[in-house]
């Protein structure tokens, strides 16, 4: 399995099973821990995932994240956002549930 297809097999195991733990997916793709935390490094600069430290501890995904949606880019959704207080109440509701539906999720580090 190269970086590429590892690091895809990773995001798809996430959006499926929402926490990791290192170890497991070590295994689970024949490499080392130290490589695993890599990928993770670099997954983390383009996806919601998360490490949590400690018992119950491991790769966490957002809430809400999930690889085969579309979701808006930053720029977009912040035009939206500026956008939205010049707009009508009921056009402002429809933009809000755009808003939800598409915005990527947040990152919400527990502690």
Same mark, same amino acid.
């Given at each position: 399995?190269?970086?590429?297809?590892?690091?895809?097999?990773?995001?798809? @195991?996430?959006?499926?099973?929402? @926490?990791?733990? =290192?170890?497991? +997916?070590? &295994?689970?793709? /024949? =490499?080392?821990?130290?490589?695993?935390?890599?990928?993770?490094?670099?997954?983390?600069?383009? @996806?919601?995932?998360?490490? #949590?430290?400690?018992?119950?501890?491991?790769?966490? #995904? @957002?809430?809400?994240?999930? +690889?085969?949606?579309?979701?808006?880019?930053?720029?977009?959704?912040?035009?939206?956002?500026? *956008? *939205?207080?010049? *707009?009508? /109440?009921?056009?402002?509701?429809?933009?809000?549930?755009? *808003? #939800?539906?598409?915005?990527?999720? &947040? =990152? &919400?580090?527990?502690?």
């Amino acid at each position: 399995m190269t970086a590429n297809e590892r690091r895809q097999y990773i995001l798809e @195991a996430l959006s499926d099973r929402r @926490a990791l733990n =290192v170890d497991s +997916l070590a &295994k689970e793709c /024949s =490499v080392s821990e130290r490589t695993i935390r890599y990928d993770i490094e670099i997954l983390s600069r383009s @996806a919601p995932i998360f490490t #949590v430290q400690g018992t119950g501890g491991g790769i966490r #995904v @957002a809430d809400g994240w999930y +690889l085969s949606r579309r979701y808006l880019r930053e720029d977009q959704e912040a035009l939206l956002r500026e *956008l *939205l207080p010049e *707009l009508p /109440s009921d056009q402002q509701d429809t933009l809000k549930s755009i *808003l #939800v539906s598409f915005a990527k999720p &947040k =990152v &919400k580090k527990p502690g």
